[in-house]
């Protein structure tokens, strides 16, 4: 785990977090769900919660219901404006 600084609201208040950040630019926005499931599962550990932040309403929802029901992990999708506390 790495502590990162990120700004709150946009603010200019820098809040450290304590989290791994990953960023992966190997799939595109249209990458489709199977290969998105088949990345995520290559993971050693699930994530406590895996956030779905993309994608129109249905097609996002039934990523969040494969993540669950292939994964068996977590998911939800994220709510535009949404605030979460890691």
Do not use: C
Request: no cysteine.
């Amino acid at each position: 785990m790495s502590t990162a600084l990120t700004f709150l609201g946009g603010l200019g208040v820098q809040v450290p977090v304590h989290a791994t950040i990953m960023v992966s630019d190997a799939y595109s926005a249209r990458a489709d769900r199977d290969e998105i499931l088949r990345w995520l599962g290559g993971f050693k550990l699930p994530p406590g919660i895996t956030y779905v932040v993309h994608g129109e309403a249905e097609a996002a929802d039934a990523l969040r219901d494969a993540i669950e029901s292939r994964l068996g992990w977590n998911a939800a999708v994220a709510r535009d404006g949404q605030r979460v506390t890691l």
